[in-house]
């Protein structure tokens, strides 16, 4: 029984998984302009996050985010990062030329890691998005919280594989993909970090 919500928590978390966003970008632009390592990092970083925020879902802490006001200033205090990450992006990329389009203080393994930290604890969709999953999971499928348990382990470990994967495979393609595309990549990311602050900071005004 346990094996099944295992599998199945797995199967979640990768079809989640699917649903790319810009700290999969980010990541990925650490894995072409630094190292495999940089790549993994970040990984660490999101998985730890994730599972962060799971726990605070089976604790149940995670309905105080769902309050409306609360939202607000997560919503506002993560799309401000997510712009000026965007910002640094093309602007080291301006002044610095590609190699160190991606550098937030210095070019270190650490470095990667907590910028992806960052980038990712402030995201509030995630606590609401997990508290939600778990919520309906635990009413459709009348989980134990130690169902629940095994169930979020599963689906943080998703993220992981699906991350680490996607890393080993950009890592491996690095060398075959022309420095231009990887430039076009950079102003790719960072656009995308800007606009979707921008348009989470008009929806949260709103």
Excluded: W
Aim: glycine share 8%.
């Amino acid at each position: 029984m346990n094996l099944k919500i295992f599998k199945r928590g797995l199967l979640t978390g990768i079809f989640l998984q699917l649903a790319i966003g810009p700290v999969f970008f980010f990541i990925i632009n650490l894995t072409l302009q630094r190292t495999i390592y940089d790549g993994f990092a970040g990984v660490l970083a999101v998985t730890l996050v994730d599972y962060f925020y799971i726990l605070l879902s089976i604790l149940g802490i995670g309905k105080l985010l769902e309050k409306n006001k609360i939202k607000k200033v997560f919503g506002i205090i993560s799309s401000v990062i997510l712009i000026f990450f965007g910002g640094l992006i093309i602007r080291n990329m301006m002044i610095k030329g590609i190699t160190l389009s991606v550098e937030i203080n210095s070019g270190s393994v650490i470095a990667s890691f907590f910028s992806v930290l960052i980038l990712t604890i402030f995201n509030p969709m995630t606590i609401i998005f997990f508290t939600g999953l778990f919520t309906a999971k635990a009413i459709e499928n009348k989980y134990t919280k130690k169902q629940l348990r095994i169930f979020g382990l599963s689906v943080g470990l998703a993220t992981f594989i699906f991350m680490g994967i996607s890393v080993i495979l950009f890592a491996f393609l690095k060398e075959a993909i022309p420095l231009a595309a990887i430039q076009i990549l950079n102003l790719i990311v960072g656009a995308v970090l800007i606009i979707y602050g921008i348009i989470r900071i008009v929806k949260m005004i709103k």
